[in-house]
Each structure stands twice: as C-alpha cells, then as structure tokens.
C-alpha cells in the first residue's frame, strides 16, 4: 500500500547508505590483500558514507514525523551499526598505513586479526539488508501501481533526484534491486577469497540510488548546462540591461488605486515637491480638479486598470503601442522588475511564470532576430528545469551536439519549444517588447506566424509592445487584443522623471521654485508623451543652469527646444558644435565610427590559475577610439616602436570619452563593459578598469541611429566628415589592434583571431586599394599572434602558422610568399602547407590559388611530412594529424558529401558546376603532384558518419564529431567509423572532379602512370555505435576485433554516392528502399565485435595512425581542468597540480 513520499525517501537514504558502505568494505579489504590503497580513497568512501548516513538520519526524522515504519525503521539502525563498524576499520587501516611499510604490516595485521571475518560478517549483514529491502519496498512501501500515481502526483519534480528515479524504476515494474541503479563507470572490485561468487554479485548488484545520483547527477547537470548554454547567446540580455533604468522614469500609476492617482495628480498641479520634499500632495493646499482633469484622470486610470485586469484574466493578448522614444521599453523594464507583476499573474495561475525578449533592430542577430526570440524564451523556460531539458534530448538526439547558439535552426527551435509546451504544465506569461524591432531579413510576417506558435497552448498568454506601424496594427485589429497607447498615459511618470533629475541641481539660489515650477510643467507638456525628447530636453536645461544661466535665459532655452524629436536631435547637435567645421568633422566621424561598429570581439582573460575567462568587448569601445584618433600614436605602435602606460592610457580615454559627450549631443554613450576582469593600479590617485577603457560606445536610442542613417538631416551631419568609409573602417580597425597590442603588453589579455579575418576582410569591401593598409595590418598583428595575444582556440594550445589564416584570399599571395620567403624556413613553408586543408576546411569557400601552392614546393615544403592540425581544434586532448596530401583528400570528400550543419542539419554538397570549374581542376593539378611522390598509398584515415533523418548517412569533419565531447559522455546517435585508404581517396577525388579542364592533367605520362598504381580503394567499418537498449538516448561503441574485409564495391559506390572511374564494374546492385544505416548494419551483424567505451575508441585509432594523435604524441599538456575529462589522464592532472602547488 501507498505510504507516501517521505518512506521513499527514507528507503533510498537506506540503499545509498548499504551502497557505499559495501564500497568502503571492498576498499578496507584491499588494504588487508595487500593492494596499495590510498589513503585519500579510504577517507573518500568513508566520507561518502558518513554522508549518505546524515540524509538517512535526516529523512527517517521526517519520515516518524508523518508516519511510522517500523521495519524500515530497523533496518535504517541496523544500517548505522554497521557503518560504526566500517568507520573503526577503516580508522585501523588508517593508522598502519601510517606507520611505513603498508603492504607488509597490513598482511601481518590481516594473518594476526579477526578482521577479515568482521569484514566479511559486515558485508554478508549489508547483503541480507539489501534483500529484506527489496521485499519491503515492492509488498510494503510501493507497488507499481503506487508509483505510476505518485509520478503524476504535482510533487514529484520537487523530489531528490534519487528518490524520483527508485519510483520511475518501480513504475516500469523493475523489482530487482540489482536493476534499481545503472552504475555508468563499472569499477573492478576483489572480492572476499573464500566468498568470491557471494561477494561479487553484492558488489556488482548493490543498489544504492545515490550512487546514481553522484555519479549521474554531475553528468547530467553537465549536460543540462551545455543545452542552456546552447540556447543563451553571448548579449542575449544587453538590450534589457541597456534601456533606461525605470528607476529613472518611474511608472507608479501602473499598479495605482484610482484614489492613489488622484494624490499624485494633486502632486503634479500644485508642484508641492518641486523643492525636493518628498511628502504627498495634500488636497487641501488649495489646487482644485476640473473636469476635464478628472476625465483625463479617470482615463489614464482605466487604461492601466485594462492592464492590471489582464494580468489576472485568460484574455490571451495586450499590446502597449507608442511612439518612438515614448518609454515602451522602459515600461517593459519596470513591469518585468515588479512583484506586483507575477502576484498578478499568479492569481491569473497559481504556477504562472513570466518570460520575456527585447528587440532592437541595430543590435546584433541573437538580439532582433526570430531565432534569438526563439533561443531566448526556451533558456528562460527550461533553466532550472533538469529533468524537462533531459525529456527534451531524449526526444530529440541530435540536440545534445549542440553547445552555442549558432548550432541551432529555427526549425529545432520551434520543435523543441512545441514539445516543452506539450511536456511543460507551469503557466507562461511572456512580454516581448518592441515588435516593429525584427530585423529586415525576418519582417514581421513570418514574426506573427511565430506568435501564433508562442500562443497556440492554452496556457500561454503574451504582452507586446511596438510603433504604432501599419502592418503590426492591422494585425493586432484582427486580434481583438485590448491595449493601451503608451504617450497619453505618462504624463506623472513625465513629472516625476524631470523631478528627480531638478533634485540634483537644487536647491540654487538663482532660481525660485516657482521657474523650476514652471520648467517641469512645461517640458512635460512639451514632451507629449516621448520619453526619449524628455530626457534629452531636461538634459539640456540642466546644463544651463549648471552654467549658471539666468531664469529668462533658461526660459528662452526651453521655448526655443523643437518639440519634434528629428529636429530636437538637429538642434542639439548644431548648439554644441556652432560653425566649427573641425567640431562638426569630429561629432560626424564618431557617428560614423559607431554606425560601422556593433560587432564583438572575444577577449581572454589569463590567470596564473590556467583558468580562463572569455567576456565579450564591444566594438567601438573608448580605447579602440582613442587610439582611432591619435593617428601618430597609431602609426608608432603598429611600427613596433613602444607601448602605452596605464596613466596616459587613462588621459586619452578620459579625453576621447569628454570629447563624445561634448561633440556628440547626448545621441551617441559610453556604457561601462560587460565584465570587468582586471584593475590596473597605477600611480597616484589614479585607477582605471576594463570597464572604463573597454566600454562600448553605442547610440542611445534606435532613434538617433535611424535620424542619422534615415533622415535628409542626419546624413547631412554625417558628411562633415569627408573620407570614406573604407578610409573610416581602416582607421577603426588600427585603433582595435592597437588596444589589442596595449592590453597585452598591460594586463595579459588575449583576443580572437576574428581580428585577422576582419583585417583581410577589408580585401573583399574594398577591394585592391585597401591592400597596402592590409598587409601594413597583418604585419602588425603577426607578432602579437605569434605570442599568443591573439588566438585561435584556446590560449594555452599550439597555434597554426600565421600564414596559414591568409590562404584562401588570393590577393595576399604576393605577401605570404614573401614573407615566407624571407623566413627561409622549410618546417614553416611545410606547416603552412599542411594547414592549408585543415580538418574543418571547406572547399566551398575556396581553395589556395596555385601559384601559392607552387610557392610553398619550391621553398622545400615537405607535402608528405605527417603532424598535428591545429586549426580546427577542438577543446579536448586528442587532434587530428596527417599530411597536406592527406589533409587535401579528405577535406575533398568531406567537402563534396552530404554533410552535418552546425546545428545537425542536412547540408548539400558542392554543385556539380564547381567540381567542373578552373579551380577544382587545380585542385586536381595539385593532388596529383602530390601523390606522384607519396610512399604509402594504403594509409588509412578514419572518417566519421551519422544518420540523417533521411536515411542518409553524413560525413562530419573529425573534431567536429569524431572528437565531439557530446560523444564523449556517450549521448549521440549512432554513428559508423570508416576506415579508408588513400587509394579509395585519391579515386573518388578522380572521379568526382570531371569536365573538359581536367583532361590536360590526366593526359599527362606521370598522372598515368600513378593512376595505374591505384588500383585497390579500401573502405573497412573500424567501429560503430548502436543505441542501448535501455536507455536509447546513449550509445555503445562496438569495435571490430578482426580486420574486417572492405565493403563491396557497389556499397562504396552508393555510401558515398561516387563512380568509381576506370575500373571493372560489379553487377549492378539496388539499393531501393534500404537507408544507409540499414546497408551498414547488414554488413555488421556478422562481423565479430567487442564493447569499447570511447576513450578506448580514441586511443586505438591513435595507436592505429587512423588520422589522429594524443596529447602527449603532439608534445603539449593541457591545463590541469582540460586533462580531467578523461580517466586516462586523471593521473597526469594531478602531477601537474602538484608542480603548480609547489612552484
């Protein structure tokens, strides 16, 4: 019969404790064999028993409060009579391993005690307490039938992981106990001489549910995290964060009774507060209400009454339309940030949750975007929600891969998010602010489809906020929506915003309370609503009386404002500047430099830890700038000729930070980054921070970035600024590498090789003419590069040649061959050569011209020399090595398969037309060159594959899926290695590239000659993984014991959809109706194979020379934190924390 939950818990605190203390007698008896045991792993499972002892004395304490058990009740204190036992033992090992010789004074203590049988005695009571709990648990505590009803019971998800997976055991009528935990890293336990069956089947079988929880639990918080982190995008909260603090514009008469309004009426007419008193309008001061006033009030009161009413109804959607620059986002800010908010929609439903997403049309793709949307709102569903991200994978296998947020496709969104709705009983209450802000490529059309998507459960209900655009109108008409127009209700909020900001300059003796009166009244009403006029007009005001302006000088300011924000903007920028042509040339390359700006750069921070920290830098920031415009200090450092210290780097952000504010009229601020990893001390009073140097420089609002790129006005303050934007976007990026050079030399950091790529980027915007500024770049970076203050991957690891990045860009040919023939140096010309193809390359995206190949020969390049690549490396200790001839045929054939997209989509291969084209035919010029000289044409590769959801089996480079760590934890689906020879290699190149342009190569006596060499293409499965039975979300990895035979030719042909050119033809074969894997596993049945776990997997196709290699074969020792990510290296880890503790 049911006895409820907190038996249950108190049944599976009694197995973790039987399981650790039957590991920790297995650990004192290899002690008393004479195994040398560490003491740390006797203290270890010591610990970990005394732990599982406290939950068990903590849970029967809840369990007698509720209900009494007695037999359970027994057990649990005959289970603490044993660990007092174990705890003495292992106190007596402890104290002659103490002693000196461990392994003789253990077997002398082991002949001369009675300690073995106490250990035997505990271990068979541990047994039979094992037992009598698989009988209490099934006839007394809970039936299946119990547990099918207690995993519906609203409760369950708040239980210990152990606790909710004993009962989904015991729902699926698994009463074994041995069943009740699937133990992920069997260990090998001896086993009691004379008891060795007994003992074996005790420890093999011992069901403790925390030793799934400890065991799993790290694994699958691991996992949960890696899907979220998938899901969040590196500024997916900048645009929340970036809008004005509601703080600064309160909105009170949201949530404000009728009476309550009334007050901050009164408040507002008689200005009682203008002098910074805080006390409440009185009624009685004399101020009176008109008419027309209480309509207006009772107005704005019914408005924000609508919304409050909606937050508690099962209306399904509101919209707040306004203005540009009237607050939108702002009130979204102060409505999210709100208690009253969530009780409302709490009485709504009691397990309601709020989401929400900010658009911003300039910001980035995760940032306006219907993807970002999409990724935004399932992180904030799923965070915290373990076992509904685990229910997510399950469904759905191929997610597990993905670890950022360019892996994923809409398409994976919107069926993820359809599931989790499905699967999700909570209540949804989602804010998306600024509807009108989607991106051009997105448009609103397909943005309201995926609304439909958002609100189609019946437990969702979502608040918009937009312009009042026409498109987005005609659609909220046909919603029937309720809904408010933001400008004619913020009227207090208006006064309240100028007040608070009057509270700074007063009191002052030039000005009576009256004028301060009257220029709060009147910028309100001048405002009409648009917050963003209001802020910049109050600014403006206040600036005149800090200048000391007199009362009618201030007055005459204020009148002479435009009401209109465009020309507000005009007028500002037009005052500040007056008819200074070298003002107006400096406003108007500020703006151009932060139009041209908006991307991120990613800087690494170093410790002395190995720990690193990546944080994303905006870009403008305040120092990029600075150096932007001192062009002399520019031109001096790029040359090499010194550095910067930290005083003069704090003067010339200081001045380049007062001339934006001055220059710029309030359209363009400096905001403080993201994070602030390191503090400069410097001398005297001064300090300064990445959050000072590193701030972005950004617009205030879209509106000042739409006045000036939209309106006739704007872009004429953006010509006073006469160059061009090539010139501009040269300048900005020497300012960039210039603070990439001085935050090195300073404070250690390191930064992104995208650097590089934005530098050889110019080539492509601007053609030739940007080549002499390029290559003056490139130079300047090498250096930096070369020491590693711009990386490609991670600092710590090897980095490819620097020429290697500037390969695929024909028009720098003429300075890598000079370069490189400068450095005469064979092993550069070799390794460059090599990375070339490296094991993410695509072919798609261009190839070495051959003149630069020609180049690379005749400097001694060595084609056939062997050596790890390390572009493309991933973040764990295994790489891929080979040759540049290797490295060619296979990133050729991965090129030209049907392939993997970042996020486990179909992709097709390159079009017939390419493999036809001048350049495939050079690339064929180039292979065959090559292999004229190759000694080993049956070396053979490994080449990873995976199933589509078509059946189609799609090759993926090898560390991007061979060396995945998603793999590693065993989560993908399945999955076949091949291993293939350079014959079949070199034969698919052959016949893949065709057309009349190859035919002068192949003509050639030598290509003849060689192509009569290859003549026994090879394609062998080395490994494969299947789905466990048990549990289909994981893989086992099967290895072929014996060498198998190559698959026929006809299952080569189809696999990899090529005809095999020039050679004899078997029988046709059909295939129709069979998927790849069905072909595969046909092939594979038969073959004699054996379980690896994937390590395993790894280490032999290292030792077999398949196309990769080890760390320690490479020559490089990660960091401590990288090794521990597999066992094999645990050991290697910890002497390396040993050396760094010491040194």
């Known amino acids: 019969?049911?006895?409820?939950?907190?038996?249950?818990?108190?049944?599976?605190?009694?197995?973790?404790?039987?399981?650790?203390?039957?590991?920790?007698?297995?650990?004192?008896?290899?002690?008393?064999?004479?195994?040398?045991?560490?003491?740390?792993?006797?203290?270890?499972?010591?610990?970990?028993?005394?732990?599982?002892?406290?939950?068990?004395?903590?849970?029967?304490?809840?369990?007698?409060?509720?209900?009494?058990?007695?037999?359970?009740?027994?057990?649990?204190?005959?289970?603490?009579?044993?660990?007092?036992?174990?705890?003495a033992e292992v106190q007596y090992v402890t104290n002659i391993?103490?002693?000196?010789?461990?392994?003789?004074?253990?077997?002398?203590?082991?002949?001369?005690?009675?300690?073995?049988?106490?250990?035997?005695?505990?271990?068979?009571?541990?047994?039979?307490?094992?037992?009598?709990?698989?009988?209490?648990?099934?006839?007394?505590?809970?039936?299946?039938?119990?547990?099918?009803?207690?995993?519906?019971?609203?409760?369950?998800?708040?239980?210990?992981?152990?606790?909710?997976?004993?009962?989904?055991?015991?729902?699926?009528?698994?009463?074994?106990?041995?069943?009740?935990?699937?133990?992920?890293?069997?260990?090998?336990?001896?086993?009691?001489?004379?008891?060795?069956?007994?003992?074996?089947?005790?420890?093999?079988?011992?069901?403790?549910?925390?030793?799934?929880?400890l065991r799993t639990t790290v694994e699958t918080k691991k996992q949960c995290e890696t899907f979220l982190r998938s899901l969040k995008a590196p500024r997916m909260n900048q645009r929340y964060n970036d809008v004005m603090d509601s703080r600064d514009a309160t909105f009170n008469q949201v949530f404000a009774s009728y009476e309550d309004m009334i007050d901050m009426y009164y408040e507002d007419s008689d200005g009682s507060n203008s002098d910074g008193d805080d006390s409440k309008g009185d009624r009685s001061s004399g101020a009176t209400l008109d008419q027309d006033d209480l309509a207006l009030v009772e107005s704005i009161h019914d408005s924000w009454a609508s919304f409050n009413s909606w937050l508690q109804s099962d209306d399904v959607l509101f919209y707040i339309q306004g203005k540009p620059g009237s607050g939108k986002s702002t009130l979204m800010k102060f409505i999210l940030g709100q208690g009253r908010t969530h009780n409302l929609v709490q009485?709504?439903?009691?397990?309601?949750?709020?989401?929400?997403?900010?658009?911003?049309?300039?910001?980035?793709?995760?940032?306006?975007?219907?993807?970002?949307?999409?990724?935004?709102?399932?992180?904030?569903?799923?965070?915290?929600?373990?076992?509904?991200?685990?229910?997510?994978?399950?469904q759905f296998n191929h997610l597990s891969q993905h670890t950022e947020y360019h892996d994923w496709s809409i398409k994976d969104l919107e069926a993820v998010w359809r599931f989790v709705a499905d699967s999700d009983d909570r209540h949804m209450c989602i804010f998306i602010d600024g509807l009108d802000e989607i991106r051009n490529e997105d448009g609103f059309s397909k943005l309201s489809q995926s609304i439909q998507l958002l609100l189609k459960p019946p437990h969702t209900k979502l608040c918009v906020s937009t312009r009042p655009e026409a498109q987005i109108m005609r659609w909220l008409n046909t919603t029937n929506a309720g809904g408010i127009r933001l400008e004619d209700l913020t009227k207090f909020e208006m006064h309240e915003f100028v007040r608070k900001k009057f509270r700074f300059v007063l009191p002052n003796d030039n000005i009576s309370s009256e004028t301060f009166n009257k220029l709060r009244q009147d910028l309100v009403n001048k405002a009409q609503g648009v917050f963003l006029w209001l802020h910049l007009a109050t600014r403006s005001?206040?600036?005149?009386?800090?200048?000391?302006?007199?009362?009618?000088?201030?007055?005459?300011r204020l009148e002479g404002l435009?009401?209109?924000?465009?020309?507000?903007?005009?007028?500002?920028?037009?005052?500040?500047?007056?008819?200074?042509?070298?003002?107006?040339?400096?406003?108007?390359?500020?703006?151009?430099?932060?139009?041209?700006?908006?991307?991120?750069?990613?800087?690494?921070?170093?410790?002395?830890?190995?720990?690193?920290?990546?944080?994303?830098?905006?870009?403008?920031?305040?120092?990029?700038?600075?150096?932007s415009e001192d062009l002399s200090l520019q031109q001096t450092l790029l040359a090499g000729g010194g550095t910067v210290q930290d005083p003069d780097i704090i003067r010339m952000c200081d001045d380049a930070r007062a001339s934006i504010c001055t220059r710029c009229a309030g359209l363009i601020e400096t905001q403080p980054a993201e994070f602030c990893p390191f503090t400069p001390e410097v001398s005297g009073d001064q300090t300064t921070s990445s959050s000072d140097v590193l701030g972005g420089v950004t617009f205030i609002h879209r509106t000042a970035h739409d006045f000036l790129t939209d309106t006739e006005a704007g872009r004429s303050i953006l010509e006073h600024e006469t160059a061009p934007d090539s010139s501009l976007e040269t300048r900005l990026l020497k300012g960039l590498i210039c603070a990439v050079f001085v935050s090195q030399c300073n404070w250690g950091t390191s930064w992104h090789t995208d650097i590089i790529f934005r530098v050889v980027d110019l080539l492509s915007s601007w053609g030739r003419d940007a080549l002499p500024s390029v290559t003056e770049m490139l130079d300047a970076i090498r250096p930096l590069y070369d020491k590693n203050a711009i990386f490609s991957f991670l600092p710590w690891a090897p980095q490819a040649p620097f020429f290697s990045h500037l390969v695929y860009e024909s028009q720098l040919d003429d300075f890598v061959i000079a370069r490189l023939t400068a450095q005469t140096s064979t092993l550069l010309a070799t390794s460059v050569l090599r990375e070339i193809w490296h094991s993410d390359a695509n072919m798609e995206l261009g190839i070495p011209s051959k003149r630069l190949f020609d180049a690379l020969i005749a400097l001694d390049a060595n084609p056939h020399e062997y050596g790890e690549i390390w572009?493309?490396?991933?973040?764990?200790?295994?790489?891929?090595?080979?040759?540049?001839?290797?490295?060619?045929?296979?990133?050729?054939?991965?090129?030209?398969?049907?392939?993997?997209?970042?996020?486990?989509?179909?992709?097709?291969?390159i079009g017939n037309d390419a493999l036809r084209s001048e350049a495939a035919c050079e690339l064929l010029d180039m292979a065959l060159y090559m292999a004229k000289d190759c000694q080993d044409l049956s070396a053979t590769f490994a080449l990873p594959a995976f199933p589509f959801e078509s059946g189609r089996m799609g090759i993926r480079p090898l560390t991007r899926s061979l060396l995945a760590p998603e793999l590693l934890e065993g989560r993908l689906t399945e999955f076949v290695i091949y291993e293939v020879n350079v014959h079949f290699l070199l034969l698919y190149l052959l016949s893949k590239v065709s057309g009349e342009v190859s035919g002068g190569v192949l003509a050639d006596p030598q290509s003849q000659a060689l192509l009569a060499k290859v003549n026994s293409p090879s394609v062998k499965i080395g490994y494969f993984g299947v789905k466990e039975e048990r549990n289909p979300s994981a893989v086992m990895c099967k290895r072929v014991i014996l060498h198998s035979p190559s698959l026929p030719r006809s299952v080569m042909?189809?696999?990899?959809?090529?005809?095999?050119?020039?050679?004899?033809?078997?029988?046709?074969?059909?295939?129709?109706?069979?998927?790849?894997l069905d072909i595969i596993s046909q092939h594979t049945k038969n073959l004699e194979t054996e379980d690896v776990d994937y390590e395993t997997m790894l280490v032999s196709l290292a030792n077999e020379n398949l196309g990769i290699s080890t760390c320690e074969e490479a020559g490089m020792i990660p960091p401590a934190h990288y090794l521990r990510t597999f066992e094999r290296l645990e050991a290697a880890a910890a002497s390396r924390e040993e050396r760094e503790e010491l040194s």
């Open 1 to 87: 019969m049911l006895t409820g939950f907190e038996a249950l818990g108190a049944a599976s605190a009694v197995l973790q404790v039987i399981s650790f203390a039957s590991d920790l007698a297995v650990a004192c008896k290899n002690a008393y064999d004479g195994a040398t045991t560490p003491q740390d792993d006797l203290q270890r499972h010591a610990k970990q028993m005394c732990d599982a002892v406290g939950r068990l004395q903590a849970r029967c304490k809840l369990m007698n409060s509720q209900f009494s058990n007695p037999e359970l009740q027994k057990i649990a204190q005959d289970c603490k009579n044993a660990t007092a036992k174990l705890e």
């Open 97 to 213: 391993q103490a002693k000196g010789d461990i392994v003789k004074s253990i077997r002398r203590a082991f002949r001369a005690s009675s300690h073995q049988k106490k250990l035997q005695e505990l271990q068979e009571s541990l047994h039979k307490y094992q037992q009598v709990m698989k009988t209490e648990l099934v006839n007394h505590l809970c039936s299946q039938n119990d547990a099918i009803y207690l995993q519906q019971d609203i409760s369950f998800h708040k239980l210990d992981t152990d606790v909710q997976f004993l009962i989904r055991q015991l729902a699926q009528g698994v009463t074994d106990v041995q069943h009740l935990v699937k133990q992920e890293h069997a260990t090998t336990r001896n086993t009691i001489t004379q008891e060795a069956a007994r003992t074996e089947s005790a420890i093999n079988t011992h069901t403790d549910m925390q030793v799934l929880q």
């Open 347 to 394: 009485k709504w439903k009691h397990d309601a949750i709020v989401i929400s997403y900010f658009f911003w049309k300039i910001g980035s793709h995760e940032q306006n975007s219907i993807k970002g949307l999409w990724c935004c709102l399932l992180y904030q569903r799923l965070k915290d929600q373990q076992q509904l991200i685990l229910s997510t994978l399950q």
């Open 541 to 556: 005001i206040i600036e005149g009386i800090e200048n000391d302006d007199a009362e009618d000088i201030l007055l005459q």
């Open 562 to 627: 435009p009401g209109d924000l465009e020309r507000l903007y005009v007028e500002m920028w037009q005052r500040l500047n007056a008819n200074n042509p070298v003002y107006r040339e400096t406003a108007a390359r500020y703006f151009r430099y932060v139009v041209q700006g908006s991307n991120v750069k990613y800087l690494c921070i170093t410790h002395e830890t190995l720990n690193y920290l990546f944080v994303g830098v905006c870009c403008p920031n305040i120092l990029q700038i600075a150096f």
């Open 871 to 909: 572009r493309g490396f991933t973040d764990i200790p295994f790489f891929k090595r080979g040759s540049a001839f290797t490295n060619l045929l296979m990133s050729f054939l991965t090129s030209t398969q049907v392939h993997y997209g970042r996020g486990g989509e179909e992709l097709p291969r």
């Open 1053 to 1076: 042909e189809h696999l990899f959809d090529v005809d095999l050119k020039d050679h004899l033809k078997e029988r046709d074969v059909s295939y129709n109706g069979q998927t790849d």
